[in-house]
């Protein structure tokens, strides 16, 4: 399943007003999921934001060297 920036907002608006039901998508794609524990709705976000932004590489770090001559 491919997740959204709007998925993990609905998600996090769930869990900050402490509903257990969420609605995602909208249209034919439209659907709503009722989460069990506030664990499943964490565990849930972090899997979504997981797949939205990965883990990138550090950014790399160049250094200048200048000498007067």
Do not use: C, N, W
């Not at 995602?24 to 069990?36: E, H, K, L, M």
């Not at 590489?57 to 000498?67: E, F, G, K, L």
Request: no cysteine.
């Amino acid at each position: 399943m491919t997740y959204t920036q709007d998925d993990i907002a609905a998600l996090k608006a769930a869990i900050a007003t402490g509903a257990s039901e969420v609605t995602f998508g909208s249209g034919p794609d439209r659907r709503t999921v009722i989460y069990r524990s506030l664990a499943e709705m964490r565990s849930t976000l972090a899997e979504m934001i997981g797949e939205v932004s990965p883990a990138s590489p550090p950014p790399r770090v160049s250094y200048i060297r200048h000498t007067r001559d």
